[in-house]
């Protein structure tokens, strides 16, 4: 059987700081598909832990000729808000990247799925930061309805990952040993609210 390509596109969230190959949200994402008939096989991962939507728009450049692929997935933008980027100038350079992900999927927007940006102020790391839980959760909602915006006029699939990150990311079991990024087995709860949606996107590769 003839595996989908897959490439994942994003930050530290895809890259999958402080976790094992095996955990990363992505190959956990297409080690699922695989089981349920949808023969995907390991990603191709863009990410690197820092990055954002400009740093990784300058590292696909560099990347080119990337080709086409059956299915990508990005997630992106933690990083401009913690920054201190604004809204803004996220949607911009967001919006590029959505359309560069379209294109990598034969110009497919029902081949693109985007997670929304998880909230790192839920974390025991957030919890420290002199912003405080509050104003980081307002400004990542900001971002994150901003994507949701942009998906919905491409035509593109959101999965909003961001309610589960608040409601675990506290859990000892839910991050990794650095207090900030996530564990495996946040990134189960992750590929949990993702693998339907993929399996809707995928279910006639054919096609």
């Given at each position: 059987m003839t595996?989908?390509?897959y490439l994942a596109l994003g930050d530290s969230y895809t890259i999958g700081e402080a976790v094992a190959e095996s955990g990363r949200w992505p190959v956990q994402l297409a080690a699922g598909l695989s089981e349920r008939g949808i023969a995907v096989a390991a990603p191709r991962i863009i990410a690197t832990t820092g990055w954002t939507t400009d740093e990784l728009a300058l590292a696909l450049d560099l990347a080119e000729p990337l080709g086409q692929w059956d299915f990508v997935s990005l997630l992106i933008g933690v990083n401009n808000q913690y920054r201190g980027r604004g809204a803004t100038q996220y949607a911009g350079e967001f919006r590029e990247l959505?359309?560069?992900a379209i294109g990598y999927a034969h110009g497919?927007?029902?081949r693109v799925l985007v997670l929304s940006?998880?909230?790192w102020g839920a974390t025991p790391f957030g919890a420290t930061d002199k912003r405080g839980p509050a104003t980081i959760g307002a400004e990542l909602d900001v971002f994150n309805i901003t994507a949701s915006e942009i998906c919905a006029r491409h035509g593109v699939a959101f999965v909003?990952?961001?309610?589960?990150?608040?409601?675990?990311?506290s859990e000892p079991?839910?991050?990794a040993e650095d207090?900030?990024?996530p564990s495996a087995a946040m990134?189960?709860?992750w590929t949990a609210l993702a693998l339907p949606v993929a399996m809707e996107l995928l279910r006639d590769p054919s096609a």
């Open positions: 595996q989908l390509r959505l359309e560069r497919r927007s029902d940006i998880p909230d909003d990952i961001t309610p589960v990150s608040r409601e675990r990311g079991a839910m991050v207090g900030l990024h990134y189960a709860q």
